[in-house]
């Protein structure tokens, strides 16, 4: 946990998706089956929030996000947000899209490694939010769907047309964000949209052995590799390797590498602080 939190107290409990860490893994769940977890205001709220309090909390290390039941996410919900939304004012509607948005970029910041496991359906702002994530695995029953123009709205929300067209290419982000067709699991894994297929049944246990690795890992390598992915994109080939160097001598001054050197003379695992 850092020393400069502020006084404010971090949140004990979460109320639109279940929430626990478990021996340095954090696991978000969608707890609307019923319906394909559809996110309402509160609940991308609360998901903003919740992944600016991670780092905070120094139990966690790693995350997955997941959905109970057939569905990962189906969006925002038809009833409680799309419908309430035409009655709001300009004003407030760039309010809530710049707070969607904001979610999206939680995800992208959160210093955490994020694995997204993908149970089922994930449509509209779910595929977003698993694109957001570092690690895509999919149940082979799930799907994504990009939604957004079959409502009559932009494909580029909550930074999809920003992200997309660097997981999967320009063409192919054009394909899936303006025609909002349905992408299969074996389709998702062939053009990069996954990162790994597996049978719906084996899908937590891989997922929980990733987000182990992660977690036991070196959590400050991983974190400045995140950073450093996100921040990269759009920079020219010498500011990049630039930011590579001053980075890279940073991390030699760390804890962590110094601890792998004397693992390696010792013949023993490294034993990773994170520091």
């Not at 109320?15 to 609940?43: K, Q, S």
């Not at 899209?97 to 994020?114: E, K, Y």
Request: aromatic letters at 8%; glycine letters at 8%.
């Amino acid at each position: 946990m850092t020393i400069f939190r502020a006084s404010a107290p971090l949140t004990e409990s979460w109320g639109h998706f279940d929430f626990a860490v478990h021996d340095g893994v954090a696991r978000i769940t969608f707890n609307r089956p019923d319906r394909l977890n559809p996110l309402t205001f509160e609940a991308y709220a609360d998901l903003r929030d919740l992944l600016a309090e991670l780092p905070l909390r120094g139990d966690a290390r790693s995350v997955i996000i997941t959905g109970q039941g057939r569905g990962f996410c189906s969006g925002g919900d038809v009833e409680e947000i799309i419908g309430e939304l035409q009655t709001f004012k300009a004003a407030d509607l760039l309010e809530f899209t710049r707070m969607t948005g904001q979610m999206i970029r939680a995800i992208r910041d959160c210093p955490l490694p994020v694995v997204a496991a993908i149970n089922g359906i994930a449509a509209g702002a779910g595929t977003v939010v698993a694109l957001a994530a570092d690690f895509r695995l999919l149940a082979d029953t799930a799907s994504f769907q990009f939604l957004f123009t079959r409502v009559g709205l932009s494909g580029a929300d909550m930074g999809a047309a920003y992200l997309l067209p660097r997981v999967v290419g320009l063409g192919r982000a054009t394909e899936l964000l303006m025609l909002g067709d349905r992408i299969d699991a074996p389709r998702a894994l062939e053009i990069g949209l996954a990162t790994e297929v597996m049978a719906g049944a084996e899908l937590m246990e891989r997922a929980e052995a990733l987000a182990r690795r992660l977690a036991d890992g070196p959590a400050l390598a991983f974190a400045t590799t995140k950073r450093l992915i996100s921040r990269e994109l759009d920079m020219d080939l010498a500011g990049a390797v630039e930011f590579d160097a001053a980075n890279q001598a940073l991390l030699m001054l760390a804890d962590d590498h110094r601890e792998f050197y004397a693992a390696w003379a010792e013949k023993r695992p490294p034993q990773w602080k994170g520091s």
